[in-house]
């Protein structure tokens, strides 16, 4: 969220003083913001393809027992960072499921 908005300022300024500075900086300003509003609907869409798989993923890894390892002779639960650490296992938690599906769509698996 904060880089989307440092994006937006950082380009409005440049937009701001490009306008004084060269016609043809300004010129080239209002060319990438008109590219940027028509890629806007694929960036939403991929934020929700993201989104929905990767929250698929964490369900299905908080209902897998692969998440939850008890140690039966000693009786305690290991946390998610041990599991992760130790098995390799990213779809525990949302927040580790949604990069590893943003990682799978960007190198296509």
């Given amino acids: 969220m904060y880089i989307t908005t440092a994006f937006t ?3 409005m300024l440049a937009c701001f003083l490009g306008r004084g500075v060269s016609y043809r900086f300004s010129v080239f300003l209002g ?3 008109d590219i940027l ?3 806007l609907p694929f960036f939403v ?4 393809a993201v989104a929905s798989f990767g929250l698929a993923y964490a369900l ?3 209902t897998s027992t692969q ?3 008890r140690d039966y002779d000693e ?3 290991f946390d998610q960072a041990t599991i992760r650490s130790t098995f390799g296992l990213s779809f525990c938690t949302v927040r580790d499921s949604i990069l590893k599906v943003y990682s799978m769509f960007v190198t296509r698996m």
Avoid: N, P, Q, S
Avoid at 45 to 48: D, E, K, V
């Fill in 67 to 69: 998440c939850v390892i």
């Fill in 45 to 48: 869409a991929m934020g929700m």
């Fill in 75 to 77: 009786g305690e639960t």
């Fill in 9 to 11: 300022v950082f380009l």
């Fill in 37 to 39: 509003w028509a890629l």
């Fill in 31 to 33: 060319g990438v913001i």
């Fill in 60 to 62: 299905d890894g908080h």
